[in-house]
């Protein structure tokens, strides 16, 4: 997860108003497919139960296999896309996207839509107000393995109803969390979301004829509101637009509020910029968190199962659940 916000809430103002009027008089039938959050949570823990998922780990090695083994159980055609990637510091980062591929067609009526999270940890909890925990791995519950539990919940319904209105391919993005520590005097944008800048750059977006695109990113911690991300406004506004209704239609407006947030370094971007393709991020925002606007676990030794809220899981997850089902 990227170290750079920058709050623009008086910019997105000016325009965020009408849409939000528009959304919220929009008619939507409540789709009754449910999301099960214990589920959700339970492929949370599995992750975890492999210890951080850091880049060249054992860890990280044998989470990438139970990851594909588990979105093959659900019917889905699973791609590696491997690379040695190069690290802020030249460390070579031995990185796995994960893609699956959903085996329904897209054709006629049914467009295709990609879902993603990154799946790797923080090496670094370069964020803990302990400075002796700084060089300690991350165990990363929320800022990675939440995405993914949404996702495969997500997969196991899709296998079990399919009636969705829109084919649903999901992509695991690598070596996101390498980005340049704290502690570093260098600032380097670039230094982040390499798994998704390499699939950005490669043949596969285009190949996957994606109407749009929705990142998670820590899409479980206790007490988390999703605010718009100003890029998800700036590249994707209808995508917003329509993942805020589902949430409202589907009863967490109150967690998906009409509000602007910051704008996010994070794999939505090169998703945007380098594949062309609409893509919004749903992440936590705590505007009055001292600590961090992502939260008082962001980066920390404390990003754990302790701190995941199914609550919050449920709520991301049903929501896109009303906007898959509904389309």
Partial sequence: MRNIIILISIVMGCFSCSSSKKAQTMEQSIVNIEFNADSAYAFCAAQCNFGPR???SEAHEQCAQWIQQ???????????????LKGY?????????????????????RGRL???????????????????????????????????????????LLQQNDSASMAVDFICFDAEDWGVPQWEEQVDG?????????????SLPQQGNYQFG?????VGGQGAKFYREYYSMHYARNVVERVWQAANTAGYGSIFPYKDGG????DHVPVNEKANI?????INHYPDCEQSSFGPTWHTVNDDMQHIDKNTLKAVGQTLVQLIYSE
């Fill in 190 to 202: 670039d230094s982040w979301a390499l798994g998704a800048q390499y699939w950005a750059a490669s």
């Fill in 54 to 56: 850091v880049m060249n």
């Fill in 89 to 109: 510091n030249g460390t070579i980062l031995k990185s796995t996207n994960i893609i699956a591929k959903s085996p329904l067609p897209s054709e006629g009526d």
């Fill in 214 to 218: 929705i990142l998670l990113d820590m």
């Fill in 278 to 282: 609409p893509c919004i991020d749903i």
């Fill in 70 to 84: 588990k979105f093959e159980q659900y019917g889905y055609n699973v791609q590696l896309q491997k690379a040695d």
């Fill in 263 to 266: 704008g996010v370094t994070d």
């Fill in 114 to 156: 990609f879902i993603c999270a990154h799946w790797d940890s923080r090496p670094w909890a370069d964020n803990d107000p302990d400075e002796a925990n700084w060089r300690k791995p991350v165990m990363a519950a929320n800022d990675g393995a939440s995405g993914v539990a949404v996702m495969l919940e997500l997969a196991r």
